[in-house]
């Protein structure tokens, strides 16, 4: 199945994770060798149902999943993922690909979908744009989690007018429409912007525009 030596190393990856989920002991086996050589950290899993029972979202890495397993199937295990709308970056490989199913997979999400036998380096490559993948996702994640406790903090009186402004309107027209005074506006803005740390209007809507990519 693995048939080329490593080019490479990898280095700055020891909070990540490569998922095995493979039904078949010598292939998780030399993929684990193959993947640790590298050195990353490795878990193997001998079926979906076990990896599923156990998956934490809070994982970082990626998943190099099989397709046809006994139990549920890796394109069923990656549909309930997809549905969970994990940031797990997945990488299809499979004994008996076919192209519709290849299509499915890349349309569920998976970054590539590797026929045995492949080669160890490409393999290593796709799990090195996955480890990076999931690096960016996580990292966009946090920004919208952090938005997401700011604007919790915001009262529901600040949140009115933080909507209001983003939307653009003039602090007089948000008085009247709210028939509270310009004044009042303006400390409840304040308070919005401060504790959205934002320092301009234009801070604010792109902390509103994550808000709303985070629905």
């Known amino acids: 199945m693995l048939n080329q030596t490593p080019q490479s190393t990898v280095s700055d990856n020891n909070t990540q994770t490569v998922f095995i989920v493979d039904d078949e002991p010598d292939v998780r086996a030399a993929l684990r060798l193959l993947i640790k050589s590298v050195g ?20 970082k890495g990626c998943l190099i999943l099989d397709v046809r397993m006994p139990g549920m199937s890796g394109m069923e295990l990656q549909e309930k993922l997809s549905s969970m709308e994990t940031l797990l970056p997945i990488i299809m490989i499979s004994g008996h690909g076919e192209i519709p199913m290849a299509v499915k997979a890349v349309q569920n999400g998976a970054i590539d979908f590797l026929q045995k036998p492949f080669s160890d380096q490409q393999l290593l490559d ?73 320092k301009n209007l234009s801070e604010l809507i792109n902390l509103a525009n994550l808000l709303k990519a985070a629905d």
Request: aromatic share 8%; proline share 1%.
């Open 126 to 198: 796709r799990i090195s744009q996955a480890m990076e993948l999931n690096n960016k996702r996580h990292a966009s994640h946090d920004v919208r989690q952090n938005a997401q406790d700011k604007f919790a903090s915001l009262t529901p009186r600040e949140r009115e007018i933080f909507t209001e402004v983003v939307s653009g309107k003039l602090n007089k027209v948000i008085a009247y429409d709210l028939n509270i005074s310009t004044r009042t506006v303006e400390i409840h803005r304040a308070k919005a912007m401060e504790k959205m740390e934002a």
């Open 40 to 59: 990353y950290t490795v878990e193997c899993f001998e079926s979906a149902d076990v990896f599923f029972n156990q998956f934490e979202s809070s994982r």
